[in-house]
């Protein structure tokens, strides 16, 4: 079974930055092998996902935070990262890592918030 652990999160203020990592446990291949993203979840709000990482290395973004967030993946370590520029309140949730089809059970996640 896939465990997968986010950490990293914090208080930052506005245009803080953060990076977040996701270490992926209990599985047979290297994470390289799947597409993988961050998600997040403000509160009263559904979990969006913001970043993915193909298993090739592409890349892309919402709009939310395209120019601000990069999601880069160390295969060796079998962790996904998610670094946070040019923070904003509205960035505020919690963030988590799955696959884009949220293959595995969900993590814990790690609480980012934003204050203005």
């Known amino acids: 079974q896939v465990q997968l652990v986010e950490s990293g999160g914090g208080l930052v203020q506005t245009g803080g930055s953060l990076r977040l990592s996701c270490a992926a446990s209990?599985?047979?291949?290297?994470?390289?092998?799947?597409?993988m993203g961050w998600y997040r979840q403000a509160p009263g709000k559904q979990r969006e996902l913001v970043a993915r990482i193909t298993s090739s290395g592409r890349t892309n973004y919402a709009d939310s935070v395209k120019g601000r967030f990069t999601i880069s993946r160390d295969n060796a370590k079998n962790t996904v990262y998610l670094q946070m520029n040019s923070l904003k309140p509205e960035d505020t949730a919690v963030y988590y890592c799955n696959t884009p089809t949220a293959t595995f059970f969900w993590g814990q996640g790690t609480q980012v918030t934003v204050s203005s």
């Open positions: 209990g599985m047979i291949f290297s994470i390289n092998a799947v597409d």
